[in-house]
Every structure is written in structure tokens, then in C-alpha cells.
């Protein structure tokens, strides 16, 4: 076999290796958060030695940034504005296709927001990471709400936006607590009413 064979299996040995470790961290941070996740129950569970995770990770706070980095991207997209439809059926799409995504992939809200409340004297870099995630959908938030009601204030959009974004976690959280009795498709599709109901209502008071 020539070299350049074995170097494309050594590496796609190393890519499918990290992400076994990265899911292995990734359901262990959810259940126990930061502070009970640790290299070892990783090892354990991915079925790799602590050494082959220390070859692809600096240490656990390191493979935990990674899993929040890894789910990034997707976030960011099912929080993109549908360019069809008139504006109402535009923020009720937004909703549904975040309420989607998270039904899709709920370990990203999870354990970021588990990350977000544990507050420590040196924060955690995954910390950091989710958090500029969550800036991130705000922004493409901001411009989602200015391009459908370009007559709302600055202060108004923002108000909107933590509302939102406040909104989407807690029910998020509620789908968590209360199961498949919960409809998180249907609880998005009510928020987004709401959502666009006060922006026109702001819209009218300013008229």
C-alpha cells in the first residue's frame, strides 16, 4: 500500500475516533453538566483510553468547546429568516424550523444552557462558546425583525429579540420537563403569533 493510502485511513480513522469521543462527551455533559463530566467517564464511554482523547483535546474544557463548536453552524441556520411567504407566514417558519431543529438536535440547547448557568471564577471556554452562540442568533434575529418591520425602533427590535430568544429557551426547557405531553412545534408556532401581534402593536403606537 503507498503512503498516501495509509495517511487518507490514518486520518479518517482519527476523524471517526473524534467523533466518538465528542458524542461520548456530549451525552455525559447533558445528563451531568461540567463539573460531572470528566475525561475518564468519557474514556468509558466512547471505549477509546483517556490518551487517545488527550491526542485530540488539551483537557475536558477543551472537548467540551468542541462539542458546543460542533453544532454551532446548525444553529446558526434554523435561526435564518424563510426568504417565501408574507411576514407573518415568514416569523411562524423561523419558529417552526427552530422548534424543529432542537426537536432534531436538543443537546446543543441542553448543555449550553446548563453551561450558561453555572458560573464559576475562571469561566469555561465551551461556556464562552455557547454563549457567543446564542449573541449570534440575536444578531441574525436583530435582522430578521428590522427587514419585516423596518418601522420599529432600536430599542423596540431589541426588546423583541430577548423576548424571543427568552421565549424559545423556556419552552425548550418546558419540552424537557414535560415530554412527549408537550408540542413544541405547536408552542413555537404560538410564540412567533405573539411575537409578530406585539411588533404590530409597537408599529401602531408609533404611527
Known sequence: ??????????????????????????????????????????????????????????????????????????????????????????????ARQLAQGLLDQPDFLRLGLMLALERRPVEPRARAQFLYARTQASASLTEALSELAPGLTDAQVQLLVNYSVSGAEGLFIAKELGGDSVDLLELFEMHANAIYDTALRMLAGSA
Open 1 to 94: 500500500m503507498t503512503e498516501a493510502p495509509k495517511r487518507r485511513r490514518k486520518r479518517a480513522d482519527g476523524e471517526q475516533s473524534r467523533e466518538r469521543i465528542l458524542d461520548a462527551a456530549n451525552a455525559i455533559a447533558s445528563e451531568r453538566g461540567y463539573e460531572g463530566t470528566s475525561i475518564g467517564l468519557v474514556s468509558k464511554k466512547c471505549g477509546l483510553p483517556a490518551s487517545s482523547i488527550y491526542w485530540h483535546f488539551k483537557d475536558k474544557d477543551d472537548l467540551l468547546a468542541a462539542v458546543i463548536n460542533r453544532s454551532f453552524e446548525t444553529w446558526l441556520r434554523v435561526w435564518e429568516l424563510p426568504s417565501d411567504g408574507e411576514p407573518r407566514e415568514r416569523v411562524i417558519g423561523l
